[in-house]
């Protein structure tokens, strides 16, 4: 995959997203939403907190890149510890949240939703201003674990993947299975 394919497949899995989470909480009551549930034993309230705690540090740091380098054309290069993060916390994964990134108990007001269609809304831009860019020069420490480093081709499979999972643990809950 490109550095330019990753922009725009990232840019489509965040509108597929963005879609998807209207779609589960339009008809969710207010006690499914509070509700917890299997694995994590978290509501669907809390997973989207949840989301919210992994991803806000990320934005100011990549709010503060400057001169980007060009070449979207280059092929993706993750580095070997993003290759285990991406998988640990993508589709599938099954790596529990550290205790730094674990939502408070109890329930939750809907406007969390709103915080989260935000948020998605901020991701996209973020990620529209790497088109033409070779992700793998740009590099930042990860704000969790910082003496990970990172790629920019990483982050946006990170976040895009961790996104994935944690929606679909909501769409399972939402539909009892």
Known sequence: MTCDERVTATLAQLDDLEARVKAVFSNMSDEAFNRPGPPSNWSPAMILDHLLIVDAPYHPKIKALTNLPPGGSEEIRHTFMAKLLIKAGGPGGKAPAPKSMTP?????????????????????????????????????????FSIIRMTMGDVLALMAGHKERHIQQIEAMASGT
């Open 104 to 144: 408070a108990a109890g329930p939750r007001d809907r406007e969390i939703i709103d915080r989260y269609l935000a948020h998605l809304a901020e991701a996209k831009a973020h990620a529209a201003q790497f088109r033409g860019v070779n992700l793998n020069e740009v590099r930042i420490n990860n704000p969790h």
